[in-house]
């Protein structure tokens, strides 16, 4: 499953060379010109807008080149050695750029046809040839130069015809979008956390440094304004989107509906005030207050902009959201859950909550159904209920560790067999360590008790992101 994603990223490409070859052996540079070409197109059909600038075989065309990439800013820069190239051909570009680096060690094919090469009979031809099969020669000597410079880069080694070379670029390329998203996107928090709840409790300046977001401060009379101002033909509209989206079972009463569709009218209004990528809320009020009423009255609207690409969390779960967002901008959902309960019969963790959930990433239909009563929350109202596409998925809590924020992640499954029917989202899901090694080493690390569960494997790009934005990256399975 890929949900839609926001893109919208510029990659470096720059091939190395030594330009004392190309008067040596004829059709040497064209040769690997064209190698660099397929990668510049494949990553191109990966969503990149990519800024090649060809292959540099000197110092002098080195730095022209440097200044090129970063006239264009581009966010990450990959370095296509096509031949054994001179360390100061690499290090005046990387240097200037001051960007994430990974370097190409990919070779045309996965062997060279050693018969073929040797019955060639010119050995000038012959070493040729070999040139235009020898990245390796290169990859200790850039490597050695980068670390004796204090600069970070990572490898991609493997051969054109590679599905696992594509994969692990194509990797890259979307782990350097979603830190493009999260610099870039607009976190609103409104409300206040629930009383007590000290593990969802943020620092929201750790939160801006880590991942480049810009936090938001909210207000609820705002969204009180925008809801008295709601329009007849808005509101039935509204609801009509909750037919459309919703299985809208019959035990829904018209006021829920009409006062749940108010409020959504009302989010979507606040949204785009503040042009918002997500948002983390929580509020209570005194009893039959107008603000209660709207905070009891949100899971509907906050479950429709988390399907549209504008997650919400609750219960005030800033980092969730961020957790919530990367995975979003990763195409894979990202649904707000929590713990519910284990079953050591089946050995599987069941998590889910009343709200919002990721809808496109549901099994079947996702139901809104009414709740007398929201747990451990003031009043009642409208809630989902919904199990996560059954599969490969990701779990990611973002964590404010001691000393550090970093990113938790475990891969797992999610499950059939018998879920709650109690109006919340609820799912079953296995780990290949098993249900209580998994909730040992999970808790272990110290997240909030709420995680973004997204679907399909993505360790391997989660890991990437976490390079690209200096945090760690804990992996559970």
């Known amino acids: 499953m890929n949900i839609k994603k926001e893109s919208g990223i510029k990659v470096g490409l720059f091939g190395i060379g030594l330009d004392t070859y190309w008067p040596q052996f004829e059709g040497l540079l064209e040769r690997l010109e064209g190698y660099q070409k397929q990668i510049a197109d494949k990553m191109n059909e990966f969503g990149a807008e990519v800024v090649n600038v060809g292959l540099i075989d000197s110092p002098v065309k080195a730095r022209v080149a440097a200044d090129g990439l970063k006239k264009n800013d581009v966010d990450i820069v990959f370095l296509y050695v096509s031949t054994y190239a001179l360390s100061s051909t690499v290090l005046p570009v990387v240097q200037k750029l001051k960007c994430p680096i990974v370097i190409l060690n990919i070779q045309p094919v996965a062997a060279i ?4 090469f040797n019955k060639m009979g010119d050995r000038g031809l012959m070493t040729g040839e070999w040139l235009a099969h020898c990245q390796a020669c290169s990859a200790p000597e850039i490597a050695n130069v980068f670390n004796r410079s204090g600069l970070d880069y990572e490898f991609v080694t493997g051969y054109l015809g590679e599905q696992a070379v594509w994969d692990d670029i194509q990797d890259w390329i979307d782990a350097a979008n979603v830190a493009s998203v999260m ?4 976190l609103g928090v409104l409300g ?6 000290l593990d969802v409790y943020s620092d929201l300046t750790k939160q801006s440094a ?7 401060v909210v207000e609820m009379c705002e969204v009180k304004k925008y809801r008295d101002e709601a329009t007849e033909v808005e509101v ?8 459309n989206t919703f299985e809208v079972v019959e035990e829904c009463e018209e006021s829920e509906l009409i006062r749940a569709a108010k409020t959504s009218v009302a989010l979507d209004k606040l949204v785009d005030a503040h042009n918002l990528g997500s948002l983390a809320y929580y509020y209570e009020g005194e009893s039959g207050n107008e603000y209660e009423n709207i905070v009891t ?9 988390t399907g549209r690409n504008i997650p919400v969390a609750g219960e005030y779960e800033v980092k969730n959201a961020q957790a919530m967002k990367i995975m979003d901008a990763f195409g894979v959902g990202g649904s707000f859950s929590e713990f519910y309960a284990m079953d050591f019969n089946d050995d599987i963790v069941m998590l889910g909550h009343d709200g919002p959930a990721h809808f496109a990433i549901a099994e079947g239909n996702v139901q809104l159904v009414p709740l007398p009563v929201y747990h451990g929350k003031p009043g009642k109202g409208l809630s989902i209920q919904m199990t996560v596409k059954h599969g490969h998925v990701t779990l990611l809590s973002v964590v404010e560790g001691k000393d550090d924020v970093f990113l938790l992640v475990a891969e797992g499954e999610s499950v059939e067999g018998p879920v709650l029917q109690i109006g919340n989202t609820n799912s079953r899901y296995r780990f290949s360590i098993g249900a209580r090694a998994f909730m040992n080493e999970w808790s272990k690390q110290g997240p ?3 995680c973004a569960i997204g679907v399909g494997h993505i360790g391997n790009k989660l890991e990437k992101l976490g390079k690209l934005l200096n945090l760690r990256v804990v992996t559970i399975c």
Do not use: P, W
């Open 113 to 116: 046809d050693y018969d073929k």
């Open 183 to 186: 610099n870039n996107n607009r």
């Open 192 to 197: 206040h956390y629930y009383c007590g709840m």
């Open 210 to 216: 880590a991942f480049g977001t810009h936090i938001e």
């Open 236 to 243: 039935q509209a509204k609801i009509k989107e909750f037919y």
């Open 297 to 305: 009255s949100v899971i509907a609207g906050n479950t429709l902009l």
């Open 448 to 450: 909030s008790h709420h």
